[in-house]
């Protein structure tokens, strides 16, 4: 039997780890804030933005994306959909759409179409945060402009299934503009409601005019000047008009974005990280980590965002 001096010691170490526990719970509790939209966000706090391990996994994964900008071996001719893809676990309604090209199923080919495709379907049909909340009338009858469509094989996929009354697939380099034309008029004409546009993202409105489209859809598209963006986009969409995007982030990008878009009226409905699906299909040219790092690392997230025009 300890002595009564050594038990009270033994008492106030106890209630010293408990409340030290309550406290490292409570500030992951922060940097991991749920919104009231039930999304997540990473909220950190400004010492953890200088820390070397953020400051270096924040380097590597710039240098990642301009590497996959520039290196033209990331994605090769033979691809009409150039994205990480997502695994989801269910299956996509029409996949013969990308598959004309006759890949053997299975191969890095056959994955990269058909995860991707897979990656634009959950984008574009899922309202809610759930991945099987998926409506597949989500974008019918309705006017869709896409913002950085590559190769357009997502675009052509998209029009074809989600049955939009016009789908508009927009990037800013006209070569990209030029091989969408090209692959998707070779084995058969386009869709009535599909054509292919050189724009800039953050100049929307002087293109297209005000309150134009229903639903602004943007898969992987880097979006440098987050400000010029949220503005373009609040007025090229109509009342109740969607941003429906997925992408890679660091923390502080994310912020930025969010930041931007509520500053510009948007409704954050969603913002949750769907990393795991992303990274269970081994296509990404980023490494994306876990939501919410407990560390002092933060690592770079896959997220899908839904915001609405006010």
Same mark, same amino acid.
């Given at each position: 039997m300890l002595p009564c001096k050594a038990r009270g010691v033994l008492r106030r170490t106890h209630v010293s780890l408990v409340s030290s526990r309550h406290w490292f719970v409570g500030k992951r509790t922060y940097w991991a804030r749920k919104n009231p939209k039930r999304g997540y966000v990473a909220e950190l706090p400004d010492w953890r933005n200088y820390l070397p391990e953020t400051l270096m996994s924040r380097f590597f994964f710039q240098m990642e994306r301009w590497f996959g900008k520039a290196n033209a071996s990331t994605y090769p001719p033979i691809l009409d959909i150039c994205n990480s893809g997502g695994k989801f676990g269910m299956p996509i309604p029409r996949?013969?759409? /990308? $598959?004309w090209k006759g890949f053997p199923k299975g191969s890095w080919e056959w994955q990269m179409h058909m995860y991707g495709a897979a $990656?634009?379907? %959950? /984008?574009?049909?899922?309202?809610?945060?759930?991945? $099987?909340? /998926? &409506?597949?009338? %989500?974008l &019918?009858?309705?006017?869709?402009l896409e913002v950085g469509c590559m190769r357009g094989g997502g675009a052509r996929y998209l029009a074809e299934v989600a049955q939009p009354r016009e789908y508009?697939?927009?990037?800013a380099l006209q070569d990209n503009i030029s091989a969408c034309m090209s692959i998707h008029t070779i084995h058969m004409p386009l869709p009535p409601n599909l054509r292919y546009e050189q724009a800039d993202m953050g100049s929307l409105h002087t293109q297209f005019g005000a309150d134009a489209f229903d639903a602004l859809l943007c898969v992987e598209t880097d979006i440098e000047d987050k400000t010029a963006f949220a503005q373009s986009a609040r007025e090229v969409l109509r009342p109740n008009g969607l941003i429906l995007l997925c992408d890679a982030f660091m923390p502080l990008a994310l912020r930025d974005l969010l930041d931007s878009l509520k500053a510009q009226d948007f409704d954050i409905e969603v913002c949750t990280d769907i990393g795991k699906w992303v990274r269970a299909t081994g296509l990404s040219p980023v490494e994306i980590g876990e939501s919410h790092s407990v560390y002092g690392v933060a690592a770079c997230t896959y997220m899908r965002i839904v915001a609405r025009k006010k």
């Open positions: 996949p013969d759409i /990308v $598959l $990656l634009y379907w %959950h /984008v574009a049909m899922t309202s809610g945060e759930s991945i $099987l909340d /998926v &409506r597949e009338d %989500h &019918r009858e309705k006017s869709v508009v697939a927009t990037d």
